[in-house]
């Protein structure tokens, strides 16, 4: 079978959808498939590459940056450069093949490229349409998550145009239902990128500035003391939870270079909770899986007070998959090695393609 391995994109997160790729690559079980890259450029040209039928054939994650020729070969040093075709995104309709995307933010993880996918008819890792597209939107997701039940942080939704017309307003909102320090992120995107924290009111217009560069819609939260607990999720209907993680803080608040250049982050896997805690922790991920219908993957992100009270803060659809993302950690903590996880991400994808085909072949013959 093959693999279309669709990484890249115009997000603000293409270097590391690029990692994501090569740590996928080198774990592919060769014995049963060949991965295809389909490299998605920073201005949104697909393109593909050569076919892998080892992971010897990628040195570095440098290989998969394709740049566009009339044919396809991996740089064999680092003075070339790896090159592939020009494609359009149809073209990966492929019979006994599945689409891996490991793309990051907007037009990634947001649901657009899944319903591409979707109107191919192809079977794709991760989560569906509806499931991206909430997860990825932090304002929709907590209304989602407010309906579930699940306990959050007060927060305030901004719009660009509210804050064009009329900041002052947007301003005693926003002091007028939180408490400084608040966080400020724009409502699509992740890994940090245009996350910043604010402790008085000139800072928090920078950080509105700032999040409204990435978004026409942002999110100011209250910030609280509190440690940063994540769990896996993996399954469709039937749902596997990893055991909890903590991000252990040497500062307030990580931004993307720490978390991805200088890999600041230490991991505390497992995290030292209650078993209450934890046990409240499985449940929220579980239902918050469920309010967006996820499938396949979700790292659930929670905040964990010193009275254990716990409080969900996102939920990531497609998270890394890089040497030191959380979320591969977890489930090998767990006891589930980075091939065999890769492997069940996709078996779940088929089978939930297989379901869709089953739903419609029945409407069908009706």
């Not at 608040?253 to 909770?273: G, M, R, T, W």
Request: charged letters at 25%; proline letters at 4%.
């Amino acid at each position: 079978m093959k693999i279309f391995l669709v990484y890249g994109g115009k997000s603000a997160e293409h270097d590391i959808s690029i990692l994501t790729a090569f740590s996928i690559i080198k774990e592919v079980y060769y014995d049963y498939y060949e991965v295809e890259p389909i490299y998605i450029t920073r201005s949104g040209q697909w393109v593909k590459g050569a076919i892998v039928k080892q992971a010897s054939d990628i040195k570095n994650s440098d290989v998969l940056k394709l740049t566009i020729s009339d044919k396809v070969q991996f740089a064999a040093n680092e003075d070339q450069s790896s090159e592939g075709v020009l494609i359009q995104p149809s073209d990966i309709k492929e019979e006994n093949a599945v689409i891996f995307p490991v793309l990051h933010g907007p037009n990634g993880e947001d649901g657009t490229v899944q319903g591409l996918f979707e109107v191919m008819g192809m079977p794709y890792v991760g989560a569906g349409v509806l499931a991206s597209a909430c997860g990825m939107d932090k304002i929709i997701s907590k209304q989602l998550f407010q309906q579930a039940g699940l306990p959050q942080v007060p927060y305030v939704p901004i719009r660009k145009v509210e804050w064009i017309n009329d900041k002052e307003i947007v301003l005693k909102q926003c002091e007028g239902t939180l408490f400084y320090p608040m966080y400020i992120k724009p409502a699509n995107l992740g890994s940090s990128v245009g996350i910043s924290k604010a402790k008085d009111q000139d800072e928090l217009i920078a950080a509105i500035e700032l999040a409204l560069r990435y978004d026409r819609r942002v999110v100011v939260e209250q910030g609280i003391e509190a440690r940063e607990i994540e769990v896996a999720v993996l399954g469709n209907d039937d749902i596997h939870i990893s055991v909890p993680g903590e991000l252990v803080k040497s500062v307030d608040f990580y931004d993307y270079e720490s978390k991805y250049i200088n890999n600041n982050v230490v991991l505390q896997i497992p995290a030292l909770i209650s078993e209450d805690a934890n046990a409240r922790l499985r449940e929220f991920a579980v239902r918050a899986f469920q309010a967006l219908d996820g499938s396949g993957l979700s790292r659930c992100d929670f905040f964990l007070t010193s009275n254990d009270e716990i409080f969900i803060n996102e939920v990531n659809t497609m998270p890394g998959f890089t040497q030191f993302s959380m979320y591969p950690t977890l489930w090998k903590n767990t006891g589930l090695n980075y091939g065999d996880l890769v492997e069940e991400l996709i078996q779940l994808a088929l089978r939930r393609h297989q379901e869709r085909l089953s739903f419609q072949n029945e409407n069908y013959e009706q």
